[in-house]
């Protein structure tokens, strides 16, 4: 017959749920520090939502890069 270990619905006894509990948690706390690192980064490099003047740079940028490409054709 089976081996009726654990007394819950899970079948881990109640030290190995405290155990997975704490990985889970540790684990969960870990992602969540690398996704707000992440996201912290990525608004530094370029914000999701654009100053008062808009997004400016861009129409300083596409004249240089317009003449730059029409070098290479």
Same mark, same amino acid.
């Given at each position: 017959? !089976?081996?009726?270990?654990?007394? #819950?619905?899970? #079948? @881990? +006894? %109640?030290? %190995? !749920?405290? %155990?997975?509990? #704490?990985?889970? *948690?540790? &684990?969960?706390?870990?992602?969540? /520090? /690398? $996704?707000?690192? $992440?996201?912290?980064? $990525?608004?530094?490099?370029?914000?999701?939502?654009?100053? *008062? %003047? #808009?997004?400016? @740079?861009?129409? &300083?940028? @596409?004249? !240089? $890069? *317009?003449? @730059? +490409?029409?070098?290479? +054709?």
């Amino acid at each position: 017959m !089976a081996d009726n270990k654990g007394s #819950g619905s899970s #079948g @881990l +006894t %109640e030290a %190995e !749920a405290k %155990e997975f509990h #704490g990985m889970f *948690v540790t &684990s969960f706390i870990a992602f969540t /520090v /690398v $996704a707000i690192i $992440a996201h912290f980064l $990525a608004w530094q490099w370029r914000p999701w939502l654009p100053p *008062v %003047e #808009g997004y400016s @740079l861009n129409d &300083s940028i @596409l004249p !240089a $890069a *317009v003449q @730059l +490409t029409s070098m290479f +054709t």
